[in-house]
């Protein structure tokens, strides 16, 4: 089973290098085009090699951390602890709402609320879904949501990209044998003549 689980990796490895062979990145983090264009490489990838996009993987963490959780409050500061760990902001306060909506529901029906109670989280589904849409949070708008958060990853890892390449350059520099070299504009580099 192990040695099945490393040539799936494996095999996505390749697929991704293979990939990554073939186009040019351009290293501009500021370019708006530069990085709509490395986020559909990165989609092209995520695609080609099966691999999960941020969403699918939030989603895959929410379910498996969340499965054995019987009562709705727990489920929502567990929802909360993923946020954060994947680095998400909560910009609008809306798991504050969340809590308040929850809170309301208990005290209407004097219990804590378990999310096996169909009626009543039914109750609570309702509150969320008037809080999204005061919000102006509307679920046909998650794959514009999807592919914005999509563009903030590609241009924090190109950010990280160019980062690296000028560390590297810099530290070349001190080097004797380069002391006369002058360094390149990053934007200039073919990161397929370094794989």
Known sequence: MLENIFYEVKSKFETALGILQKEKITIDPDDPAAVSQYAKLIRTIREKADLFSESQRIKYSIEQQTKGIPDARTY???LQEIRIKSGLTDDLGAEAMMMEELERVEKEIKKPLMRS????????????????KKLG??????????EELELKIAKEQLQELKKDALEAMETQLKREEFKDEQMVDVKSLDIR???
């Open 76 to 78: 929502l500061l567990t």
């Open 117 to 132: 109670d169909k009626k009543n989280m039914g109750l609570l589904l309702a509150e969320f879904d008037k809080t999204n």
């Open 137 to 146: 949070i509307r679920k046909e708008d998650l794959p514009k949501y999807e």
């Open 193 to 195: 003549n370094f794989i």
